[in-house]
């Protein structure tokens, strides 16, 4: 099927329950909006590709600021391009409750990753315009720069920039697939390394932060739920491991006499993958990154290379799990006649949500009709930069087949109103 043949709107509508036109959010203006800007950097696999930074990129943020203006709220783009829609409440001088996302894509994703955030945060704003209803405390509505990071192997740019932790010379010493620098990307988009630097907010303007994002994965799905409550973001750490035996020839050593490195790697990996259980519930671990040396058919591997992503929304679990893994590399090497390494390449802790926050919520979601159901981000989303210096909630839409980052990803529009509703009814409660 060509790109041009296939309409989103169309297919979110054809599976759409109508949700309650009392509450002002609208279904139809949502998928409509969804359709547009699924055609800004679509592929010919009916996906998404907007680099942040890029022009795609930008003339989402174009397209969705002219709605920001029909909700009548009032906008500006900070040094790092971030877009910022104000309404001012009915006291202005309280700070604001913001909601976002960002809409840069993976190159050939999908089209609710980020963009349903911002979207969701926009109908709230202009639901509220539609039923004249004006909340006491300003309400912002933000779309953050290049959250996934596609274009130089980072992310969360805009997020950090807005909060201060923005690393200029790491920025300035990155280069994209064609070679081209960071300071001469962002100028295609009108941006500058001194407006970064100058991007920093000052948070007390903001109360909290709240972020719709599809779940990315199946949780929602198995629990039949429209929705879900964030409970915590999980912090990756990452860990390169080196195991290191002897090489030799696969013919003329021995089985009893080898030092091979991936037999001991490959007990480490399978050991890995067990041991999260053992902790809790919501920790995880991953080897996903391996380097065979010398890599030959006929050689006794001397030497593995390999990185594990160690992942839990509590920073105390998390370490035991770092600290059985470490056990567990020491305890093969032993028993191997195999050298184990180990260093710390990646550290960002995990992210709490306050419980009052979850409460509230979890208030929300009963009163549109939904059990509430709590569950883990194993991902960062710009919530987690956030969250760093100010209490932020997350709320997760389900996932068709928990799949993300490619065509295929989507959620239900009726899945998609109803937590728009939740929303929407969880920032009056702020009010």
Partial sequence: MDSEEWKMKDALMREFNQEKSETGVSGKRLAERLDILSMIGR??????????????????????IKWMKEASLSVRQDGAGNII??????????????????????????????????LSALEVAQAWKDTGYLPKKPFEVVIFTD????RFNGGLTGSEALTGDSNIDDLLSKVDNERRTFKEVIADVGLTVEGFEQAKRDLNEIETYVEIHIEQGKRLEKEDLPCGIVNGIAGP???KVTFKGLAGHAGNTPMDDRRDALVAASEFIQKVSELPRTINMTSVATVGNIEVKPNGTN???????????????????????ISKIISCGENISHHSDVS??????HNSLPVPIPSALQDKLAEAAKEEGIRPYFLPSGAGHDAMILGRYIPVALLFVRSRDGISHNPAEWSDLSDCVQTVQVLKRYIEKLQ
């Fill in 299 to 321: 050689v006794i591997p001397g030497e593995v290379i390999l990185y594990v992503d160690i992942r839990d929304i509590k920073t105390d679990s998390r370490q035991e799990l």
């Fill in 85 to 118: 829609g104000r309404l001012e409440g009915e006291q202005s001088s309280l700070p604001a409750i913001m909601s976002g996302s960002h809409v840069d894509t993976v190159s050939n994703g999908g089209h609710f990753d980020g963009t349903l955030g911002v």
């Fill in 147 to 150: 959250e996934e990071g596609s």
């Fill in 237 to 239: 750490y990452w860990m």
């Fill in 340 to 345: 184990f390494e180990h260093k710390r390449v």
């Fill in 43 to 64: 592929t010919s696999d009916n996906g998404s590709k907007r680099p942040g930074f890029s022009l795609l990129e930008r003339e989402a943020k174009t397209t969705v």
